[in-house]
């Protein structure tokens, strides 16, 4: 099992930056991929940016330029680092892992963190 940790939601008026993270314990040698999903609000969950086993970062056309996915290593820690926030960014974001052992090609998550809701005021 892999489990996820997140923390860093918040209020942030529009223009403002926030960086969430996600610490991953368990089976932290037994992870595929990583990344970071959002809900808003009556919507449907959509993937926000992901990172390989192999380091391959993926961020959507959405948020590409103001969004930053980050990995430590060390710390068995990912981030995504939201700048320029818009009041459309307003949603529940979402940890999530792939827990299956690394491998080239294919992501499927389905280890989940708590959830941490990200609010943009105008």
């Known amino acids: 099992q892999v489990q996820l940790v997140e923390s860093g939601g918040g209020l942030v008026q529009a223009g403002g930056s926030l960086r969430l993270s996600c610490a991953a314990s368990g089976n932290i040698f037994s992870i595929n991929a990583m990344g970071w999903y959002r809900q808003p609000p009556g919507k449907q969950r959509e993937l926000v940016a992901s990172i390989s086993s192999g380091g391959t970062i993926s961020v959507a056309d959405s948020v590409k330029g103001r969004f930053i996915l980050l990995r430590d290593n060390a710390k068995n820690t990912v981030y995504l680092q939201m700048n320029s926030l818009k009041s459309e960014d307003t949603a529940v974001y979402y940890c999530?892992?792939?827990?299956?052992?690394?491998?080239?090609?294919?992501?499927?998550?389905?280890?989940w963190g708590q959830g941490t809701q990200v609010t943009v005021s105008s």
């Open positions: 999530a892992a792939d827990p299956r052992p690394p491998r080239i090609g294919g992501m499927s998550f389905s280890s």
